[in-house]
């Protein structure tokens, strides 16, 4: 490899996995930003390979530097470090593991490889002496990573409050902002280009059930695993639940949350009531925000575009500035991030916080008498209940409760008992509220 | 040094200048978190030596450690890693040279040394192949000096906004909040512990030009002094110009601004006018945000709690593992963090923004023309008027103006004219506006 090669005219070779946007973006910035590389890595750092699916397709990067073989890069003694950003599960999961294998660095933006299989890549790199950096992955170039490896390291870390979908973050800014109803703002948000022809893993929650567990597992020293990740999506939103949430004084967002208590970790992504005065509360549109809490430095946020181009592109460049530091000092090795022993992931049920129930009842008396009652008996006390004049023609009344903190297994009996209820026509919705 | 013993038994040595708030509570945490610290640093970080003034007085330390003797610091050959938190310029910037001299790593949370001084003991440090971290001096635990070192270097970083002063964010957010003038929200906020008894450096927005000057010489790679930061305090802020702010949708902080066009740096402290919606306008209390604008990350935000012993520790802890971590890999240097040439410092007469005027005037026909031709002379337009219904005792009445963007030289010398005219008894208010 050429930083085994002496003197100051070393460069580092880079091998680029993946010509998309994100990719194209890199290669215009490791081209055009050459001499702040330099004077910052001790020396150039030069794009030596490319690996595209398509070679005949028209691209602005010379064509001697495409290739269609995956070989090319992994078996090229100049690449030093191997940047993917292909994306999804295979093959990229297979290449990072390949060019760990044949002692090359990986910068790598891929999310769901880091969450599911982060672990095991961090420990094969520590083995073979080299360094997997994946600032990208999470909250497209805003610093998360770095701040939770090394700025924050010092602190106890209690809870993490995180938007970081901002396709969710955007539909949900249309629901409380235009009064749309979820569908309507979800198609806007596709014509828009914020969300994909299938959005399921966005509005679902899983991409931000994948950043969570890169997240919780830096924070907490421990290993979070994506299916740890309790996992409810935006879709039953209702622009009813928008207009009370102001009323309560709330703002309704997609939260991944996490937090640790005794050894424990509660992981969970939902959308949730949050007191409107938060300033997460004002996180609109794509944007996204990690709001962190620590021992020493207590509340402290992190605010930025979450996706795109351009920010993924920072992030990768700067991953790729700290390696060639390293391999031009002839570092070897980096601290590693985890914990030697696994905390408990604590789990639903066992979670304890304030609910918002929106429900239909038959407009009869003594209904609220039932639906305190079937609350009361799991010893869930109500803080507010608003009713509002019922529908003449349907004689149905729309009524909702919010609870003072309570566990969440009480809570889900609670809410059979009030379905079974013959006056309750329908529970219409369910939210947690953070406060 | 104890960093040339090899093998996994070697320890790294502090010597701590200073125990003040601060410095206990750095001694605390490097004693209650060794166990982090360890497993980060890859060895121990054993403080051997604490400096103080007064050595009678009682203190939750070890005896021992304890010395009113700088030598028995600088001259420790045991001690690796020299950790000043003195505060203020003397004596803490000769021993931090004395210490760089003597071949010691430095950690500082100096604000007043590293605006005066930082370039020249970068340098310093560079030649004796040892480090200087300094993220403790801006922010307090808020990682922003790695981030503009570090996460951001790809960028081509164009303008800062920044909240850097928690005692003036207090009395601003105090009046504006509870309608306070500024003598009473300066005494609550001393009453509080927010500002010192001497607030002057503080309220005349010295405090924020040195983190400024901190901050912009990262971020645009020159050398900014705090000399070179334009400078105006919040002490003239009224209870009126709020109300006004209000009105108008704008809040009023007091922003530190940086911005490069051109290879030309502008760096200047005053209250602002931002607007409301702006997520900076939404930072209140003590707390600090620090907003970068990068072509490739886009708006970036930073917040969370700007000073006090605990982030304070923090970000001085996480300095001090990082340099362990280096010691331990035996690595010496670092990557130089400005620019060889100096880029120039735009003066404040050069720099073109939007301006409110609030004004007292004799309620006489014809004084809004006379007002406005001042303005039209110097090519200024007015965006927008308010005036109230005049005192009828006084026959005064109160007018307000904002401006097109124009160059502040122009505004000056309409100023100046704006004064002369007969009916207008007072330029009250002068505050530019950002947005």
């Not at 297979?94 to 910068?107: D, P, S, T, W």
Request: charged letters at 25%; glycine letters at 8%.
């Amino acid at each position: 490899m050429s930083s085994e090669v002496a003197g100051s005219q070393m460069s580092i070779g880079i091998g680029l996995m993946g010509l998309g946007k994100v990719g194209g973006r890199v290669a215009k910035v490791l081209q055009d930003r050459s001499e702040v590389i330099v004077q910052q890595a001790g020396c150039p750092s030069i794009l030596k390979k490319v690996l595209v699916h398509d070679p005949a397709k028209k691209r602005d990067i010379d064509f001697h530097l495409i290739t269609t073989r995956v070989e090319d890069i992994m078996g090229d003694p100049e690449i030093d470090i191997v940047v993917e950003v292909i994306g999804g599960e295979h093959p990229a999961w297979e290449y990072i593991k390949q060019a760990i294998f044949r002692g090359k660095h990986v910068v790598t933006a891929n999310k769901e490889v880091m969450a599911k299989h982060g672990v095991e890549l961090l420990a094969l790199a520590r083995e073979h002496e080299v360094d997997i950096l994946y600032e990208a992955s999470v909250g497209g170039g805003i610093p998360l990573i770095t701040p939770l490896r090394q700025d924050l390291v010092a602190n106890k870390i209690s809870t993490i409050y995180a938007i970081i979908n901002g396709t969710t973050n955007h539909i949900l800014t249309m629901m409380s902002k235009e009064g749309l109803s979820f569908s309507p703002a979800l198609r806007q948000a596709q014509q828009l280009g914020y969300a994909e022809a299938n959005p399921s893993d966005d509005i679902e929650g899983r991409d931000a059930a994948y950043k969570l567990a890169i997240l919780a597992s830096l924070a907490f020293h421990t290993i979070v695993r994506p299916e740890d990740v309790y996992c409810e999506g935006i879709a039953f939103l209702d622009e009813h639940d928008f207009r009370y949430a102001k009323e309560l004084g709330y703002a309704i967002k997609l939260l991944a949350i996490a937090k640790e208590r005794n050894d424990s970790v509660e992981v969970r992504v939902h959308p949730v009531f949050i007191p409107a005065e938060f300033l997460l509360a004002k996180v609109d549109g794509v944007y996204n925000a990690v709001q962190v809490e620590g021992d020493l430095v207590g509340k402290m946020l992190f605010y930025g575009e979450g996706a795109g181009a351009l920010p993924t592109s920072s992030a990768i460049v700067a991953d790729i500035i700290s390696l060639a530091q390293k391999i031009n000092l002839k570092v070897k090795g980096s601290p590693w991030p985890l914990s030697s022993y696994c905390k408990t992931i604590t789990p639903i049920s066992e979670i304890e916080t304030r609910y918002y129930i929106r429900m239909s009842i038959a407009d009869h008396p003594g209904v609220l008498a039932q639906i305190a009652k079937a609350l009361g008996d799991h010893l869930i006390s109500i803080a507010s209940v608003i009713q509002k004049e019922s529908e003449v023609s349907t004689q149905t009344a729309e009524i909702v409760i919010m609870t003072y903190p309570a566990k969440e297994k009480a809570m889900q009996q609670a809410l059979k008992e009030m379905e079974k209820i013959a006056v309750v026509k329908e529970i219409a919705s369910f939210i947690r509220v953070e406060a």
